[in-house]
């Protein structure tokens, strides 16, 4: 069995409830294409929540646990929508959904810069200039305010879903 720390990612300045989330574009994947496309056009086409969820490289254990986890829970069917963000390539997320059969649509942003204004990026152990996002979850209405918002301290770390589904409006 493969073994693993628990490891402390220490404080993170992500925006709080009230404040507005960092604009971004960046190749919006779906499992038959990609294109660029902004947090603001995102949110506008929708009239309900956009439930952002930051998890780390595809080929993860933690990013697999966390989309299995949402996939099961039927948030793409209770959410305004649900849209994921990994240090991934397009090409990657291509594949992660198709193999997964994921009803998602991700951002790609390999070079984490996403994470980075988000207040969530971490360095990766032993491996420099490589960093992912850590696990979390925000709510964004059509303005870009933040309503909810759920962040890892620890890796690995996961919400407790059901507390999660009741703070982001998801009951």
């Not at 305004?80 to 951002?107: C, H, K, M, W």
Request: hydrophobic fraction near 40%; charge should be negative; aromatic fraction near 14%.
């Amino acid at each position: 069995m493969l073994g693993f720390d628990v490891v402390d990612l220490g404080p993170a300045d992500y925006p709080d409830p009230g404040e507005t989330a960092p604009a971004f574009t960046r190749p919006l994947v779906t499992d038959e294409f990609w294109e660029d496309r902004s947090l603001s056009a995102l949110v506008d086409e929708c009239d309900g929540p956009t439930i952002l969820v930051f998890t780390p490289m595809t080929g993860s254990f933690l990013a697999k646990y966390v989309w299995d986890e949402l996939t099961a829970r039927d948030w793409d069917e209770r959410a305004g929508q649900v849209v994921g963000l990994t240090a991934s390539t397009p090409y990657e997320v291509t594949r992660f959904i198709e193999d997964n059969d994921y009803p998602f649509r991700f951002f790609a942003d390999p070079s984490n810069e996403v994470a980075e204004s988000y207040g969530i990026a971490h360095d990766l152990d032993g491996m420099t200039g490589i960093s992912e996002p850590r696990v979390a979850f925000f709510a964004i209405d059509a303005d870009r305010t933040v309503e909810s918002a759920w962040v890892a301290t620890d890796w690995p770390e996961f919400p407790d879903y059901d507390d999660l589904e009741t703070d982001l409006g998801l009951e």
